[in-house]
């Protein structure tokens, strides 16, 4: 368990929703990143947030946003959603100043 | 910008045998280097972690790499594999420097044992 949570564990939807997903890092980290797996693409880097400010941006499409709140906990908003977002999305997290980042179990969205 | 290539999709080893995935990366200078295991369904768990120093380095469940850096490589090492080991294992490099510590990842290399 690397101590960092996501829900929903799964979520499946229709073309043209929006869902949320959330992400806790581990205690006491204040970086989250979000990361997208598809079979396609493979790992790709979405998007960090460093103490509730935005700090890198990846391959994120403009439907997609995130934001991290007070707390440090993490949601990544995708919108319009089509056939091709279907993909596990995974929150890591590490300290500050660290390399290493820590996944959490993901997040498997399917949109039918 | 930097690049990471897997080059074996799949690797296929008897219980017991020993183990080399590879790992080549693309980088005007030196990455942070990782591996991380994939098991199926699960999330990734870092196995093993190159920042500077000592070129082999030690990680969790008997796993090694060594960096190269004439080869621009990392290659992860287990000399006597577990039918446990059996995941997808993905080399992953970070800027070495304060541009940012996103995840770069390889495609990854699946791991079949065979009993």
């Known amino acids: 368990d690397s101590g960092v949570t996501q829900t929903p564990k799964h979520l499946i939807t229709a073309t043209g929703q929006r869902v949320t997903l959330r992400c806790s890092p581990r205690?006491?980290?204040?970086?989250v990143y979000w990361y997208q797996q598809s079979l396609d693409q493979g790992l790709q880097f979405l998007i960090q947030?460093?103490?509730?400010?935005?700090?890198a941006k990846g391959n994120i499409l403009e439907r997609f946003s995130a934001q991290q709140f007070p707390d440090l906990h993490s949601e990544l908003n995708l919108s319009s959603l089509e056939l091709g977002d279907s993909a596990l999305y995974f929150c890591?997290?590490?300290?500050?100043?660290?390399?290493?980042?820590?996944f959490g179990p993901g997040t498997r969205l399917t949109v039918t | 910008a930097q690049s990471v290539t897997q080059p074996d999709i799949h690797i296929t080893v008897s219980e017991g045998a020993s183990l080399e995935l590879r790992c080549n990366y693309s980088?005007?200078?030196?990455?942070?280097l990782f591996w991380y295991v994939q098991s199926p369904g699960q999330g990734l768990q870092l196995l093993l972690k190159?920042?500077?120093?000592?070129?082999l380095v030690q990680g969790i469940k008997g796993f090694e790499a060594e960096f190269k850096r004439s080869q621009s490589s990392f290659n992860l090492r287990k000399p006597s594999v577990h039918w446990s080991d059996a995941a997808e294992y993905f080399c992953?490099?970070?800027?070495?420097?304060?541009?940012?510590?996103?995840?770069?990842f390889g495609g990854g290399t699946r791991l079949m044992v065979k009993p």
């Open positions: 890591a997290s590490n300290l500050a100043g660290g390399r290493e980042q820590y």
């Open positions: 947030y460093y103490n509730g400010e935005e700090r």
């Open positions: 992953a490099v970070a800027p070495g420097d304060n541009a940012g510590n996103m995840l770069t």
């Open positions: 205690s006491g980290d204040l970086s």
């Open positions: 980088y005007g200078a030196t990455p942070y």
């Open positions: 190159y920042f500077s120093g000592d070129t």
